[in-house]
Structures are given as structure tokens and as C-alpha cells.
């Protein structure tokens, strides 16, 4: 069963940017099947090692194109990005010493931040980026 689903709501007409969020909901989608299925320590670390890293390229990618563009709410949108990489480095870390768990718990703040930030602040740059010529 599908832990997020992409839906057309999540878009935020910049297509690499749509495309690299379907991405996150994917790594999502399977560090939760990887909790479910009770997969062993190296599996789940394995997929939480990924989505960080993954996020952590989606995010650059995302203020690279800000600072080329001038996007007005550049450093709020940043401050959010780095706000959420402390975080799960934190749960990484806590995972890898055994003080933590993937729970549903952490699933659920995983998926409503992206969710959140996806529906909220970058669609917010999304129009910016159209009113610019980016699709």
C-alpha cells in the first residue's frame, strides 16, 4: 500500500522540480515499506541514506535556480531547507546509535513536511518561476 501519493496538487509547474519531488514521494514511498516489512538495519538505513541524499541534491538544485533568478523569498525558503537536513540528520543519527526507530512516527513528519513545503512555499516559486519562463 502507497504510504504518499504524487497527486497533481503536489505540482508545482517546473517540471524538474515536479519530477524531483516524485522522486522524494518514491524514497518516501519505500523507506516506509522498508519499515513496514520490518527490513533488517541495513536496508532501512541504506533508504534513509538515500532520501537524505537525495533531498539534500533536490534542495541545492532548488536554490541554485532561486539565486539565478533572484526569487525574492530565497533565504526564508533556505532557512526551511536547512531547518528540515538538521533535523533528519539528527534522526539518522539517532537511528545508526539505536536511540531511535523509523517509526510512524518519524514517517509522518517525514511526509508532512514535504507535503506541507511542496502545497505551501515552493508553489510559491513555482508561479515565480512560470512568470519567468521556466515550465
Known amino acids: 500500500m502507497t504510504y504518499m501519493t504524487w ?21 518516501i514511498n519505500a523507506l516506509h515499506d522498508a519499515m513496514k516489512a520490518r527490513k533488517g538495519k541495513e536496508i532501512l538505513s541504506s533508504v534513509l541514506d538515500e532520501l ?3 533531498t539534500q541534491t533536490h534542495f541545492v538544485s532548488e536554490e541554485k535556480m532561486m539565486l539565478n533568478y533572484d526569487y525574492p523569498d530565497y533565504l526564508e525558503h533556505k532557512l526551511e531547507h536547512d531547518s528540515f537536513i538538521t533535523r533528519t540528520i539528527e534522526l539518522k543519527k539517532d537511528y545508526y546509535l539505536g536511540k531511535a526507530a523509523i517509526s510512524n512516527e518519524v514517517m509522518k513528519f517525514v511526509q508532512d513536511w514535504v507535503a506541507n513545503h511542496i502545497l505551501v512555499t515552493d508553489k510559491n516559486y513555482g508561479a515565480f518561476f512560470n512568470r519567468n519562463g521556466v515550465s
Open 7 to 27: 497527486t497533481e496538487d503536489l505540482s508545482v509547474k517546473v517540471r524538474a522540480f515536479d519530477n524531483q519531488h516524485k522522486k522524494l514521494v518514491f524514497l
Open 52 to 54: 537524505l541524499e537525495y
